[in-house]
T-cell receptor, first 111, second 111 residues
């Protein structure tokens, strides 16, 4: 199993602040996905990154895939209360089928 | 709604009883996954189907667990002789490319 470490585990910030969360592994992934999950619901796909060094933007969210395809970051600009949730990264292995998930970063944005 | 559908959303059962969950994937997706998620953890892979063939099973899938996908459409996950440790959110996902789309999950509580 290729392990993904996410940091920080918990993050509490005020509305309007910026933040970055990280997803690191010693293994190379063919692609990496970021999901957001709200309590009692399934994860919702935010983005997939495939190419080393790739940067993707989704409104106030910026995702980066490391050059070696072992790590990724998610940066949120001017956080809003609606950004509150569990952010999960998941790597697609080079062999096998299943996505390997990190434990997630639980983000709380307060007014 | 053409997303992944899971039924039931919640299930409370007594220890020792059998339970069955259903997943209806996105219709054009031939790959289907079952994951389990406990509090504070990311989803953990249980099993994978390509069409009706079960191609991979995790070590987490003990002999009390069985999954089927007749005709390559919907899938069922059965847990026999439930134990308290089976309490978790059971998530189904269907996939196209490397992007997995999750259902809302079935929350199982074994009392």
């Amino acid at each position: 199993t290729q392990l993904l470490e996410q940091s920080p585990q918990f993050l509490s910030i005020q509305e309007g602040e910026n933040l970055t969360v990280y997803c690191n592994s010693s293994s190379v992934f063919s692609s990496l996905q970021w999901y957001r999950q709200e309590p009692g619901e399934g994860p919702v796909l935010l983005v997939t990154v495939v190419t080393g060094g790739e940067v993707k933007k989704l409104k106030r969210l910026t995702f980066q895939f490391g050059d070696a395809r072992k790590d990724s970051s998610l940066h949120i600009t001017a956080a809003q209360t609606g950004d509150t949730g569990l952010y999960l990264c998941a790597g697609a292995p080079n062999s096998g089928y299943a996505l390997n998930f990190g434990k997630g970063t639980s983000l709380l944005v307060t007014p | 709604d053409t997303g992944v559908s899971q039924d039931p959303r919640h299930k409370i059962t007594k220890r020792g009883q059998n339970v069955t969950f259903r997943c209806d994937p996105i219709s054009e997706h031939n790959r289907l996954y079952w994951y389990r998620q406990t509090l504070g953890q990311g989803p953990e892979f249980l099993t994978y189907f390509q069409n009706e063939a079960q191609l991979e099973k995790s070590r987490l899938l003990s002999d009390r667990f069985s999954a089927e996908r007749p005709k390559g459409s919907f899938s069922t996950l059965e847990i026999q002789r439930t134990e308290q440790g089976d309490s978790a959110m059971y998530l189904c996902a269907s996939e196209t490319g490397n992007e997995a789309f999750f259902g809302q999950g079935t929350r199982l509580t074994v009392v």
